[in-house]
């Protein structure tokens, strides 16, 4: 075998620790010198300390720890100089990594359109009111002039409770009980829950949300409504290029009715899968029909007033992209959870 | 509805402009065009011929060899209509025409000569009717050109039928040739009509009618039975074109005038009336045999038409087969009447016989037309060669006639309601063109004369008015107008703000999901976890099923149902929902209200790990949290150690209170109900009254509390306390004690194990106390540790 002298070692060593650039080198070295298979392992098998006195065990032993030692003083030395010239410093925490309990839940998209309507319409100068969901015929019918015979009130288009109450069908329901409580002049929404006896599937709901407003004063005329209209849904759709426009539409609550079409956002008016036409139909309105004035109580030749009505579900399927209405209340929590909590 | 453009334009003119334009206006300006559809007819070359012999050369299929001869020229055709018959004048299509079905080819079939096709109308492109040629009436002469009787094209407008609920005048074409003239501000063709004044010599056929309100009008008259024969191409085209099929010229007669004019027509065979017509609701169950054969059965109350004792038509819906017209019939009683629309549309709806005609009587349809539509009929079956005689005057009984109405708007009420200044020229000069006379008085008040094809419900108030001359004046040409300004604050709504503050806390500050769910049961989902609904519970008298007749009276119920569905996708998750529970016990007294608001939550977790009295104060302190933020303070939980529902089980449920008043209840569900509800797993639920954590105000009204400038000192005791009673009951105990020095108490921990006595827990407290005004010395903490050990013997309770 082989035998390396200590002076060889030190020697050899003492240049290539001066060409250690970086860590790396470093750590080359050590497994070089002190790994394993490394010299000093080499060093300690070459001699056959048999063949050795004491003495000579002694004194190599001494000069094999002193060589040793100082190899490992020099290469932490040269270590923590490259350290310190390479990194300022040794991370005592990962801040990469995911905090706690940051998740949060998710609110209802049909309340998170409610939410944003309401701050508008607040803004607006239009106050809040959700009156029930089981209703007396008359507020849901009678008193917004809808006659006795008509088809809404069938068993196939309402539900009808076994006392003679229905669950309302639309929020129009408190257009009176609204009138009666506050009087003129009145500017109100009601958004809420409504019902209709339908089947269900992608694009029919018996449970659906509504957002009426009713604004009554003096004078107010067909142009307070369409300048109402178009700032709402201008605010609404993030928009200030909102073009709209108003057709003939009959509800027996509102005399002249409306159906106001909006210009279609994606196809700005020329036509295309989503609206064919390049309108879409949204809000159903009209200026109050003097009777309902009558019913809850102010004088139709005082005051006048327009009466809309926003899909509130709708309007979240048009926001969100939701293509299904039955999605809404499934509760499913693949959908529900989308709708994330930042309002 | 479809409307023929070809058919309209009997009545207005609408050259140079094109149909879509026309579909926008007439939307823009009256009712909705759904679609414009674009029909193309065969007529070039093709010629109307009879049949003047007709071979059968083999039975089953039938093909006869037919010769058809055509204004002194023959030709001869293979044809497999059953109708091919000697004496028929039909269409024939020679080689060189052109059909639907491609380049008519002269052809060799079977060994004979074909020249060319006898057609039917789906050759023709009416319509996708092949079975049968079309049969042509007698008076044209052979040989003549299609083209002189129907047009090569046509377009038809789709118009939604639900917009026109309202308008029982825009039911036929006439109705819409108005509007269409009143739109484009053209001029509108008189419709004509037999002057039935001509009959008034004619004895009177008796009609009589029960109740006014039932049948405000009714006309008839007695004619003498046409002959059988085919209507006139052009009336055939038409009503092929809109979908009708062409049967005889009585039957497509009735149905033209219908779709032209709007009012359904009926004809009895008058020799099986009792010469008299009755109008009378049915007085008892009884089954009646319409004339397309069915027996029915009729309920008391159904409108009929009676002669004699006997029902003889089911009133606006069909006629009976007792006196159904057929082929030796000799004397047509024709029938124009008048019915209330919700008696028609309910005995039709239970029939299920829908009908064009019930469909337009359901609509209250003006009395106006009851005389306009039979003379109209009587035109037409003249201009068809087959009017001879009339046997009686045209009858009419009713309480409606048929006059204009007067209407009286108050000065400015237009332009008022308009919101922008509308000429009184402009006014009068549209409502001119929809047929209202009109005309402004010197006081500036408009009168107008409601024209009688317009119904009573659609125009009688001034406000119908104001639709009429802003839906022709144009809402586009209505400038925009913001309401003034008015500095009134809104009115706060406390219930729905503080909704929106629980929903917002629940959700991003304790990722809690919320969720809808329907507002009635599913009886079987009751009966799986046996919950039993209180009595008071409101029931559907029309549920979608029977399973969902019962509104929901508690919100848990409907919100444990999603967690099996829910639990493939997450292991671990919060669910809540805001929402109206129903009964009688939530009514008020004016009986208006039989509702309450409900916030309930459920928390699952099928974690392995999970342990269930940590996951359970989780969602408690939730709950405590969405109880704080309404402004209550106080929450107490009290545990309940009796079963209640079946998620209220003994020794796993508590109710929440504030101040000593009730408002809801939490708690775990543990078996049996678990394992109904899911496999495996954990459920917390909780369910609070929202009306009864209402705060006074929407903003909070916090009194600041003066900060103490001298140190607070704080003293820890573990409290001994029986192990069966609660920490509730131990904390109402040492709310008792009372000292100056304390400010606050505050629980650090609780302890159950070793080193106890058997049957005890410790509760750890800490005190802290001080003074507002000096700093205290160990004499004073000395005096408060003494009294609060005199108090806790005085209750019993030892220090550990």
Redesign the interface.
Known sequence: METISFNEVREAFAKEVLEAKAIDDIEKLKVKYMGRKGVFRRLQDGFDFQLMSAKEKKRFGIEFNTLKKHFEETLIEVEAKLVGDNVTLVRKIDVSLPGK?S??????P??LVQ?EL?AIF?GM??????G?????EF?NFDALNI???H?AR???DT?????G?V?RTHTSSNQV?ALKK?GA?L??IF?G?C?R?E??DASHE??FYQLEGL?V?R??????L???M??LLSEVFHRDDVKI??????FPFV?????LDIQCLLCGGKGCLTCRTGWIELIPCG?V??MVLKHGGVDPSKY?GFAFGLGLTRLAMMKFSIPEIRL???????F??QFI??? | MKISLEWLSDFVDISGIDQETLAERL??????IEGVEYLNHFVDGILIGEIVKCVTISEAPIKNLVTVECGGKTFQSICTAPNARVGLKTVFAPAGSEISNGLVEEREIEGYKSEGVLCSSSELGWNDIHEIILECPDNIHNGSLLSNYVPKEDCLLDIDNK?L???PDLWGHYGIAREVAAILGRELRPIEKVDLCLFDDLPYYPISIDDPEDCPAYGCIELLAPRHSPAPLKIQRRLNAIGQRSISLLVDLTNYVMLEVGQPLHAFDADKLSSNIRVGLMDREQNFETLDGQTRKMLRGDLMIWSGDCPVAVAGVMGGFNSAVDTKTKKLLLEAANF???LI?HTS?RLDLRSDASLRF?KNLPPFFVRESVGRFLYLLKAAGHFSKASSRFSFSGSASGETRQLTLPPKFLS?????QLPDEKVTNILKRLGFQSFFLTSGELHVEVPPYRSV?DIS?P??I??EV??IYG??N??????E??T?P????L??STE?KV??F??????????????WFDSNWLETIGFIPPEGA???????TQQNKI?RTTLIP??L??ID??KL??ED???FEI??I?G?QWGDEK?????ASRLAGISFSSQKDRNLTEHFFEIKGALEGAVFICQNRNVNIIPIDNDNQPWQQAGCWGKIFINGREIGSLGIIEQPLLDKVVDRGQIIWFELYMDSVLPKRIYPEIEFTSISSFPLSWHDFSILWVADRSYGELLSALDDFEHTLVKRREFLTHYAGKGLPSGKISYTFRYWIGSNERTLGSEDIIEFRDSLMKFLSTKNLGLR
């Open positions: 309990d998740r949060i839940g998710a609110i209802h049909v309340n939410i309401e607040q100068g239009f106050s809040a009111m959700t029930p969901e089981v209703v007396s507020n006659p006795n015979d088809p069938d068993m196939q539900y009808w409770l076994k006392n109450m669950l009980p506050f002049p500017r109100v958004p829950r019902f006896y089947n269900v018996n449970t604004m004063d004078d107010i005329s067909v142009a307070h369409i300048g109402v178009k700032t426009r108003l057709r003939p539409g009959y005399e002249p009715g409306f159906e200026m029909h003097p006048t809404f209340n499934c509760g499913d929590i693949r529900n959870s909590a930042t309002v | 939307t823009m300006a009256m009712a909705e917009s609920t309202h308008r209330r629309g919700a549309r709806i359901e008022q309601r308009a919101g922008t419900r108030i406000e119908d104001v639709e802003l839906r809402y586009d209505i400038p925009m107008r913001l309401p300004i008015s009134e809104t009115k706060e709504n219930s729905l929106h929903r917002r629940l959700s991003s500050a304790k990722r809690f999901i919320e969720v809808h769910t329907y507002a409101l029931e559907l008298a029309n549920p979608s509104l409907n919100l149902a999603l569905i829910n996708y997450q998750f919060r669910l929402g109206k129903f009688e009986a208006e209200k039989a509702e």
